[in-house]
């Protein structure tokens, strides 16, 4: 029997498995495997989460990270995604709450992110860079497009949560 290959460990948490693991690209026989030129990227990409599961205290449920041209093509993907080049995933925290609270936490946290994008209701997309912008985004309806900074379903901004404050029960 012969022995499957380690995956290399980029981070505390994260293997490049776990960040170019796609159901699509199984199902469809597409090699997600990213160039060594991405390496760095991923391993950035690694210890970025690595901070943001520290700061939730939960295991992140990553349902996107690097997508080969194919596999970004074959979900729709923008053709110059972060996701494209090793610096995004999509990802919920179950364990810590609804995405609305994992991209609120990340948004009050001092972790230097790139864009920080709370979509559909459903999943906070979170990128990394050399240069983080922490940009903070919000997206409900294609059609009307992305909306600045953390907005929820009525349209209403989400205040920043203070250190230290207590919020009010309700």
Avoid at 8 to 36: F, Q, V, W
Avoid at 53 to 63: E, F, P, W
Avoid at 76 to 91: E, K, N, R, T, Y
Wanted: net charge positive; hydrophobic share 35%; glycine share 8%.
């Amino acid at each position: 029997m012969r022995k499957r290959a380690r995956s290399p460990r980029l981070s505390s948490y994260y293997t490049l498995a776990r960040l170019i693991h796609s159901d699509t690209a199984r199902e469809r026989g597409i090699d997600n495997t990213p160039p060594d030129a991405l390496l760095p990227n991923l391993r950035l990409l690694a210890r970025g989460l690595d901070r943001v599961r520290r700061l939730l205290g939960h295991r992140l449920d990553i349902s996107s990270g690097y997508r080969c041209p194919e596999l970004n093509a074959a979900v729709g993907g923008a053709p110059h995604s972060q996701h494209a080049q090793g610096l995004a995933v999509d990802f919920t925290c179950p364990g810590f709450g609804p995405p609305i609270a994992v991209a609120r936490a990340i948004r009050d946290s001092k972790i230097g992110f790139d864009q920080c994008i709370y979509e559909y209701s459903e999943w906070v997309h979170l990128s990394f860079s050399a240069a983080p912008r922490r940009r903070v985004l919000t997206i409900h309806d294609a059609r009307e497009g992305y909306l600045d900074g953390l907005v929820d379903a009525h349209r209403r901004i989400v205040p920043v949560t203070r250190r230290g404050s207590r919020r009010p029960p309700g």
